[in-house]
């Protein structure tokens, strides 16, 4: 009898909230630790009570990694994808921005080309130059 695969937030990710991955702010702690959000929200009242040590031990961090959770909450809700009320000893994570996320486009390869070249163009864009000349080696 064949077995089941693990239903992991990586497969989650692709198939509900791909505009996630496009998001040009978020690392990947944030990303993962929005897709385990979105894993425990429930649909019928919204409630999104995960712990901590949940959290990091589905998006793969041992489970003393709470300051790193708590770096990409921050993250997430700079970002304006959540927000958190105390509740208890829980917090309950509201996940509209980060619905609204998931609801828009891909952008196709062309897109994000353009968007590209746009940046580029933009005088605020900030670029690394290179060094005249480089030493010579002996």
Avoid at 58 to 76: D, F, I, N, P, Y
Avoid at 91 to 113: F, H, I, P, T, W
Wanted: glycine share 6%.
């Amino acid at each position: 009898m064949p077995t089941k695969a693990k239903f992991t937030p990586r497969h989650f990710i692709y198939a509900v909230a791909p505009a996630l991955w496009q998001h040009p702010s978020l690392d990947l702690n944030a990303r993962g630790v929005a897709t385990v959000l979105l894993m425990h929200r429930n649909a019928e009242n919204g409630g999104c009570f995960p712990e901590y040590e949940t959290i990091a031990l589905e998006v793969g961090l041992s489970k003393s990694s709470r300051h790193t959770v708590k770096e990409a909450l921050q993250e997430l809700k700079e970002a304006g994808l959540i927000d958190w009320v105390r509740h208890g000893r829980a917090n309950r994570y509201d996940l509209s921005g980060l619905l609204a996320l998931c609801d828009q486009k891909l952008l196709s390869a062309a897109e994000v080309e353009k968007a590209v070249e746009a940046a580029k163009a933009d005088p605020r864009h900030t670029k690394v130059k290179a060094p005249k000349s480089l030493p010579r080696a002996a």
